[in-house]
T-cell receptor, first 109, second 117 residues
Framework: EDQVTQSPEALRLQEGESSSLNCSYT??????LFWYRQDPGKGPEFLFT???AGEEKEKERLKATLTKKESFLHITAPKPEDSATYLC??????????FGKGTSLLVTP | DTEVTQTPKHLVMGMTNKKSLKCEQH?????MYWYKQKAKKPPELMFV???????INESVPSRFSPECPNSSLLNLHLHALQPEDSALYLC????????????????FGSGTQLSVL
């Protein structure tokens, strides 16, 4: 059975303090690993899709990387507006997305 | 247009009421989804429609009844709900169905916050 584990559950950073969120996964036949951002009371907003080990993608202060067992979401010099819950999800062949429990990020000024 | 539109944004209903949630997308996507999300939890898949046919039903109680009138619309009919059904209900769409060879990126709506009294 596919498993997705995100850590830490919650993270508090000072503005400008870079850090990384982790998503470890066990899946038979990875079709894709997805990162989403979710603000309170809103639907998840797509950030990245990664398909194979070694792949990296960047968007503004965010950079996602993928290995055979985990993915990292690196946040460089975060700002308060980066505060949100970050969800990782994996997809295997024939299955819908399987979400992790998320990391709640708070960036303080 | 890359939006998934859900109505209403908020809904309060009693346990004897019948109500419907609506979802619309005009991206030409062939798969549409209903998710349920409780506070501080990840989204839980309820139903998937592929090409207007129900393809996945994650053992959801019969008090939730999905309907896909056409490829752009998805409804969730609610009847005799329980207080524990209070949650954020999210609709999503993707270009193709789970298991296809294309990118399965989901586009989510903003959700309907449902409270059952």
């Amino acid at each position: 059975e596919d498993q997705v584990t995100q850590s830490p559950e919650a993270l508090r950073l000072q503005e400008g303090e870079s850090s990384s969120l982790n998503c470890s996964y066990t899946v038979s036949g990875l079709r894709g690993l997805f990162w989403y951002r979710q603000d309170p009371g809103k639907g998840p907003e797509f950030l990245f899709t990664l398909y194979s080990a070694g792949e990296e993608k960047e968007k503004e202060r965010l950079k996602a990387t993928l290995t055979k067992k985990e993915s990292f979401l690196h946040i460089t010099a975060p700002k308060p507006e980066d505060s949100a819950t970050y969800l990782c999800a994996v997809q295997s062949l024939g299955e819908a997305l399987n979400f992790g429990k998320g990391t709640s990020l708070l960036v303080t000024p | 247009d890359t939006e998934v539109t859900q109505t209403p944004k908020h809904l309060v209903m009693g346990m004897t009421n019948k109500k419907s949630l609506k979802c619309e997308q005009h991206m030409g996507h062939r798969a549409m989804y209903w998710y349920k999300q409780k506070a501080k939890k990840p989204p839980e898949l309820m139903f998937v429609y592929s090409y207007e046919k129900l393809s996945i039903n994650e053992s959801v109680p019969s008090r939730f009844s999905p309907e896909c009138p056409n490829s752009s619309l998805l409804n969730l009919h609610l009847h005799a709900l329980q207080p524990e059904d209070s949650a954020l209900y999210l609709c999503a769409s993707s270009q193709d169905s789970p298991g296809s060879t294309t990118n399965e990126k989901l586009f989510f709506g903003s959700g309907t916050q449902l409270s059952v009294l």
